[in-house]
């Protein structure tokens, strides 16, 4: 499930600079959206790219006449016309935050009308739950709108889960938090969570926190196993993979690889010392480009087809993933071993690893270099009894030997 991660950044948290210091942040640490008002949508765009959701005006809100709407318009862009935001939000100064008094009669709402507007912007509503009424005033937006922002003013999570088993599956439900806690809890509630979170802090170690918490959120953890190694034979040269990431990996992280999708085998990028060469902790020396990687969505590459901008996923020893960009992909001809391994179940998977002390692997023994390896050691990899096609799992029977 793919989370995502608002940033509140409008009038209500203070002037331009204290509005700007939030949106830079969110840029930097990578959030998805920052929610604005229309006035800032085109400031925002200068500062950089990312999805902008804007506040409609209280005339747009209160349904006011479009003279009035249009005089207001060509006074604020005078200077030029006015950026477009991604999504339209009512609810601001209107009945979803209780500025006005929804009718009991929801029929006769204006930000709900506001919402039913035909548009090519996605549309969004803004509910401060103040009670039961605003819950019910919720529901009734999320069938307009495509994002539902719901905000507690004294957040328990019940209300939560009402509105998770409600409308989860008619909008975008994005939950208002105020720290990277609150935001675990949102994504973590009925197991489902919320699809999104609204952060609303000036602090930017918590909003760059909060984009680590929807990363962990999305994120596989998989389950590793031992196989027995069989075989390590030297054999020929071979067109060699060096996968270079940008980012830095730790001392217990690698890459899945192999020349049989259904088993991957775990090998570490290169952080340790060597006699030979210095450290290089963004590189894994993955094989031959004739094997598979696995990719972050669950799906599988051929090392021959990485190039820079791709993702890879990155694994720890315990299973836990993360993705990183390829940088630079290094093909040589190098000499290799052909390493046989059986599965507990007795699958025999195998894979092609270069001839070299900085070629590391986990085996149940420890960290151990691919030169040193023998019958009867044990091999960390993952392991699932399916076939691929495209890179994709397929039920269908495949023989790979």
Not at 329 to 350: C, H, N, S, Y
Not at 371 to 381: H, I, R, W
Request: include cysteine; glycine fraction near 8%.
């Amino acid at each position: 499930m793919t989370r995502a991660v608002w940033v509140k950044a409008d009038d209500a948290v203070g002037d331009w600079d204290a509005r700007r210091a939030r949106i830079t942040t969110a840029l930097e640490a990578g959030a998805d959206w920052v929610l604005v008002d229309e006035d800032d949508v085109e400031r925002v765009r200068e500062l950089g790219e990312i999805n902008v959701a804007a506040f409609r005006t209280d005339g747009d809100v209160t349904l006011v006449d479009d003279v009035d709407v249009v005089d207001e318009a060509e006074t604020e862009s005078e200077s030029g016309p006015t950026a477009e935001p991604d999504a339209v939000v009512v609810g601001k100064n209107g009945e979803g935050d209780g500025t006005i008094d929804p009718p009991t009669d929801l029929s006769g709402s204006a930000d709900l009308s506001t919402l039913r507007r035909e548009g090519e912007l996605d549309r969004a509503a803004y509910v401060r739950i103040l009670g039961k009424e605003y819950e019910a005033f919720a529901e009734s937006a999320a069938e307009e709108a495509d994002h539902t922002l719901v905000v507690g003013e004294d957040w328990t999570i019940i209300p939560l889960e009402n509105l998770i088993a409600r409308i989860g599956d008619e909008t975008e439900l994005v939950a208002g938090v105020t720290s990277a806690d609150e935001a675990r809890t949102a994504f973590e509630t009925l197991e489902l969570g919320a699809d999104a979170v609204l952060l609303d802090s000036d602090d930017p170690d918590e909003i760059r926190r909060t984009v680590e918490v929807r990363d962990e959120a999305e994120r596989e953890s998989l389950e590793l196993e031992y196989a027995e190694v069989l075989d390590v034979e030297q054999i020929g040269s071979a067109d060699r993979v060096c996968v270079d990431t940008g980012s830095l990996l730790e001392h217990d992280e690698g890459m899945l690889v192999g020349s049989m999708a259904r088993g991957l085998v775990f090998v570490h990028a290169e952080t340790a010392e060597s006699p030979y060469v210095a450290s290089r902790p963004f590189r894994v020396n993955a094989g031959a480009v004739h094997a598979y990687v696995r990719t972050p969505d669950g799906g599988t590459k051929y090392l021959s087809e990485l190039q820079s901008g791709d993702e890879v996923q990155i694994v720890d020893t315990d299973g836990n993933t993360r993705e990183a960009i390829v940088g630079r992909v290094k093909i040589e001809q190098r000499p290799m071993f052909r390493v046989a391994l059986e599965t507990d179940d007795g699958d025999r998977v195998e894979t092609l690893l270069q001839n070299a002390e900085t070629i590391k692997v986990p085996t149940s023994a420890g960290r151990k270099a691919v030169t040193d390896l023998e019958a009867g050691d044990e091999l960390l990899l993952y392991y699932e009894d399916t076939a691929r096609h495209f890179g994709e799992a397929v039920e269908e029977s495949i023989i790979e030997q």
